[in-house]
Each structure stands twice: as structure tokens, then as C-alpha cells.
């Protein structure tokens, strides 16, 4: 998959993004950047990622997460071809939440 040139104001948004200081920060920053939609996708994406990770079936995947099956489909192929950030982000977040 090809890389998008990053364009300096972009960089300094993922900047902006590493400066958030909680929880709350971070919702409030997407609330304000996003859209509602745009915003369920993103967490849509990130619960479906979860679910792929520990071995759940499409179908329950399908309902746990409402998300279509082009869309678990898409996530799936970034959980195993992507830059592996999604799978090692998720799988500290979810190390983290088990102390």
C-alpha cells in the first residue's frame, strides 16, 4: 500500500495528538475534530480490530459490533497487512487493562 505524503500541518496534528493529557482530553479532541459519524466509525474499527485479535468469529463479530461484513473484511486485512501499529497498540492497551 502506498504512503501519503505527509504534509507538515498534518505531522503537527498527530503532534497535537501525543499532547492530549486523558481520557476525556483525547474524547473532547475527537468530538471536536470529527464528525458523530466519523467518530462511531473509528470506534467501530477499533472494537472490530479487538474482536479479530482474540479470535472471534465473523458472525459474532457481526453482531457484537454491528459493523458489515466489508468493513471487518477491510479491518481484518490491516490487523494482518497493515503497519502493525492497530494490533500492538491493542494488545498493550488490552495488557494494560488486565493489572
Do not use: W
Not at 480490530?49 to 479470535?55: G, T, Y
Amino acid at each position: 500500500m502506498a504512503r501519503r505524503v505527509r504534509k507538515e500541518h498534518v505531522m503537527e496534528m498527530y503532534e497535537a495528538i501525543l499532547k492530549l493529557n486523558s481520557v476525556e482530553e483525547c474524547v473532547n479532541f475527537f468530538e471536536d475534530l470529527c464528525s458523530p459519524t466519523e467518530i462511531s466509525a473509528m470506534e467501530q474499527r477499533y472494537a472490530v480490530a479487538d474482536l479479530l485479535l482474540k479470535n472471534t468469529v465473523y458472525l459474532d463479530i457481526l453482531e457484537k459490533t454491528k459493523a458489515s461484513t466489508a468493513t471487518i473484511s477491510r479491518v481484518n486485512r490491516m490487523v494482518n497487512s497493515g503497519t502493525g501499529c492497530l494490533p500492538q497498540v491493542i494488545k498493550r492497551v488490552n495488557r494494560e487493562n488486565q493489572v
